[in-house]
């Protein structure tokens, strides 16, 4: 790849980013996309770099472009703050864990730990726990899928609990406190299983997680195996210096 062909591929990267981040962070009045020659005199770019990005964001489903309409966004992913996501901090009214996600329910089996889990949640293998899956859903759509592994004795509070909302609000109807949240956050494609779950077309990026959540003496009851779409969801992080306090 000569000189050139290095640098049209970083322009049209650039310009994917900052199309990708617009469209998410819902910068579009009414989700209408610049026309491709604005877009050119906004970034100084050519019409080729232009459409190429355009075409990538288009790629990932997150733009739709109509002859003779233009191009609108057709996803607006939901932001969360980090210490939110990790149950942690009371929700914020807006946020999707204030009771405005619904469960849907797959299974609930009490089983033996599996030897990966065990290990994970320090306990002997075999150790009784509770496997509970559902599918997230947040306007009756399909954002995510999550497999639980739940120790005793907490597993027998959630077992008759009503599953109403997302899983920090069952925790709390179950009358279960935590202390810490740990989350390893890695990438996924979207296999034909997972696909067909959440609604998606197979390959679709995801983010994947594993949670571990501690009770108030910092024991390990709760692990977590999560799938979330990576074009619905948007985890949002500031960190503050104490020097400047």
């Known amino acids: 790849m000569g000189p050139v062909s290095r640098r ?40 080729g770099t232009v459409r190429a990005a355009l075409a990538l964001v ?9 002859q003779g309409v233009g191009t609108h966004a057709v996803v607006r992913p939901v932001k969360t703050p980090l210490p ?3 149950g942690v901090i009371k929700p914020s009214r807006q946020s999707m864990f204030n009771q405005r996600m619904q469960p849907h329910e797959i299974d609930r089996t009490v089983l033996p730990a599996p030897p990966t889990v065990a290990v994970r949640l320090a306990v002997p293998e075999r150790t009784p726990c509770l496997r509970w899956d559902y599918v997230a859903l947040y306007d009756e759509e399909p954002i995510a899928i999550a497999t639980n592994y739940v120790l005793f004795p907490e597993a027998k509070r959630l077992r008759h609990t009503p599953f109403v909302s997302d899983w920090y609000r069952l925790l709390e109807d179950a009358g279960i406190e935590l202390s810490d949240s740990e ?13 067909s779950v959440l609604g998606i077309r197979e390959g679709a990026p995801l983010i994947a997680m594993e949670q571990i959540i501690y009770d108030r003496d910092g024991r390990p009851f709760d692990l977590a195996f999560i799938h979330t779409r990576g074009e ?9 210096s104490k020097e400047l306090s």
């Open 183 to 195: 989350f390893t956050f890695d990438c996924e494609l979207a296999d034909p299983p997972l696909a």
């Open 84 to 86: 939110e996501a990790h």
């Open 8 to 47: 049209r591929v970083h322009e049209v990267r650039r310009l994917r980013d900052i199309l990708r981040g617009a469209v998410q962070d819902g910068c579009y009045p009414d989700g209408q996309v610049p026309s491709e020659v604005e877009l050119m005199a906004a970034h100084q770019a050519s019409r």
């Open 232 to 240: 619905r969801f948007r985890f949002v992080s500031r960190g503050h």
């Open 58 to 66: 288009r790629g990932e489903g997150l733009i739709e472009r109509l």
